[in-house]
């Protein structure tokens, strides 16, 4: 049984690699927090809706080395999005905030273990259903 081909599991799978390139997009932000005119980025918020659309697009494959790839880029719907009204701005034009980018850091981690919580609670009550409930207490 592939648990990859089930839609929670599909859905929860995806959940957690946006939050995993999120980590990445707010380490890279937190890494420039002195690179003059550098502007923060952050990903496209993650929804039901845009995830049920994304599955349902067809995606190119290519047989062949000459084909193109598409314009669909690596990430899905996981694109970056500038933000586009910084908290402050240094005078250097830098406009990552330390603490906003923690935060965001913090909540992303929290998510991702939510997620790690519930993929679990699933393969839980999968085993309970093959396993039968005996009710033996």
Same mark, same amino acid.
């Given at each position: ?56 697009? +067809? /995606?190119? !494959?290519? $047989? &062949?080395?000459?084909?193109? #790839? ?32 923690? +935060? /965001?850091? !913090?909540? $992303? &981690?929290?998510?991702?273990? #939510? ?23």
């Amino acid at each position: 049984m592939d648990l990859g081909n089930m839609g929670l599991f599909k859905l929860l799978s995806r959940r957690m690699d946006w939050l995993t390139q999120r980590q990445e997009t707010l380490s890279q932000n937190i890494a420039n927090a002195d690179t003059p005119d550098y502007k923060p980025n952050d990903l496209k918020p993650f929804n039901f809706r845009d995830a049920l659309a994304d599955a349902r697009r +067809l /995606k190119p !494959s290519t $047989t &062949s080395t000459t084909h193109l #790839t598409g314009t669909l880029g690596p990430g899905g719907i996981a694109k970056e999005q500038r933000q586009r009204d910084p908290y402050e701005t240094a005078p250097d034009g830098n406009a990552v905030v330390l603490e906003e980018q923690m +935060l /965001k850091q !913090s909540q $992303t &981690s929290n998510d991702y273990q #939510t997620m790690i919580n519930l993929y679990r609670k699933q393969v839980g009550m999968i085993k309970m259903a093959i396993r039968g409930n005996s009710g033996g207490m």
